[in-house]
Structures are given as structure tokens and as C-alpha cells.
């Protein structure tokens, strides 16, 4: 089971629910603080608008799974039946993060109002399809995708760092250059957080077996 996945507890469906509208609510309100500076946008406002989604997912899956609903929607039906092992989905959350980190994207939602809904609306969407797709896909699948991901961003990082001219027209050098780092650092943080909570659930299992 991934971080993501970890915060799953179908006791409190609501509590997800309430936190997914409060993140939601805090990355609208703060926006122009949250994307003032590269960093801010590229390492919280997107995250956090990811993770909205992820507890949305928590919140909608509970329900369904409950039987909430009188008739399960159709849309998840046709999800669930295109989305086997998880592969779509991650597919489709990497290339919605990996849009993110183009510096002309960046651009674009600061002086267009369509471009910053659709960021909201793309991020949000793939923080739910992320949760559900790390439950259906095993631990080959998503050490090849978090692999993927983590390359992907160290290299980004890099180029960040080391390019002479503003790839943003609208962060200065010294900003591109932070977030160049704070993305080299993600590229660590996470496989070392999925290994270690790996770890932990051998660690549990092992001492179930011996009991």
C-alpha cells in the first residue's frame, strides 16, 4: 500500500470529505500568495491541490463502497473497468504532473483565468484517480511509476538549476534555481518515504506470522 493509500479509513468518510473542501478552499483563497513566488507554486499549490483530490477519493469510494448510493454511478463503473491494475491512472497523473513542470504552463495560469480552472480541475482529478489506481496496482507497478516520476523530477530540478536564462517570465533566476532544489529533493524524499513504509508493513506482517 502507497502513502497515498494510507489514509484510507472508511469510518470517517466525511472527515475526508471536509478536508478535501477545506485543502480546496485554502489553495483558492491563498492562489495569489501560493503562486507569487515558483517554489510556492510548483512545490505547495499543486501538491496541495493533488491531495484535495486524494481525499476527495477516500470520501467517494467510502461511500460507494458502503452502498450510499441506490445505483452505483455508471461513470465508475466505466472507470473501473478501464483503469485495470491502476496502469491508466498512473499514466494519466504523470503526464498531468509532468505538464505541470513545464515553465510555460506556470505562466499561462497567472494571467489566465480558463488556464487556472482547468489547473484546479486537471490537479484535482488526478489526486483522486492517483489514490484509487495505488490501491489496484501492485508493488512492481508502482515502483516503476514512483521511478518514473522520480527521475523525471530530479531531472527537471537539474535543468532548473543549471540553465543561464528565466525559463518563467514571470519568476526571476534566483526562484527557478530554488525550485530546482526543491524538486531534487522531492525526487529523493520520495522513494525513501515509499521504502520506508514498505518497511513498515514488512516489519507488521513478520510479527502477525510469528504470533
Known amino acids: 500500500m502507497s502513502a497515498v493509500a494510507c489514509l484510507w479509513r472508511p469510518a470517517a468518510p466525511w472527515l475526508y ?6 485543502l480546496l478552499l485554502v489553495a483558492v483563497i491563498f492562489r495569489p500568495w501560493m503562486t507569487s513566488t515558483m517554489a510556492l507554486h ?33 461513470v465508475f463503473d466505466q472507470y473501473r473497468k478501464y483503469n485495470g491494475y ?6 494519466f497523473v504523470t503526464l498531468v504532473l509532468a505538464y505541470w513542470m513545464i515553465p510555460k504552463s506556470l505562466d499561462q495560469v497567472l494571467f489566465s483565468t480558463g488556464a487556472g ?17 495505488l490501491g489496484r496496482a501492485d508493488k512492481v507497478i508502482k515502483l516503476f511509476f514512483l521511478g518514473g516520476f522520480s ?7 537539474m535543468l532548473y538549476q543549471d540553465n543561464p ?8 533566476l534566483g526562484d527557478q534555481e530554488l525550485t530546482g532544489r ?25 510479527r502477525k506470522c510469528v504470533r
Open 86 to 91: 491502476g496502469l491508466p491512472g498512473l499514466l
Open 42 to 74: 510548483m512545490l505547495v499549490h499543486i501538491p496541495l491541490i493533488l491531495l484535495a483530490g486524494a481525499c476527495a477519493a477516500v470520501a467517494c469510494l467510502a461511500q460507494i463502497r458502503r452502498g450510499m448510493f441506490l445505483r452505483r454511478p455508471w
Open 182 to 206: 526543491g524538486l531534487v529533493v522531492v525526487a529523493v524524499v520520495l522513494p525513501a518515504a515509499w521504502l520506508w513504509i514498505e518497511h513498515r508493513q514488512a516489519r507488521r506482517y513478520r
Open 17 to 22: 470529505a471536509a478536508a478535501s473542501a477545506m
Open 117 to 133: 480552472c482547468l489547473k484546479f480541475l486537471g490537479l484535482f482529478l488526478a489526486g483522486m484517480v492517483l489514490f484509487d489506481s
Open 151 to 157: 527521475w523525471m523530477t530530479a531531472v527537471v530540478g
Open 165 to 172: 536564462s528565466r525559463l518563467c517570465n514571470f519568476y526571476l
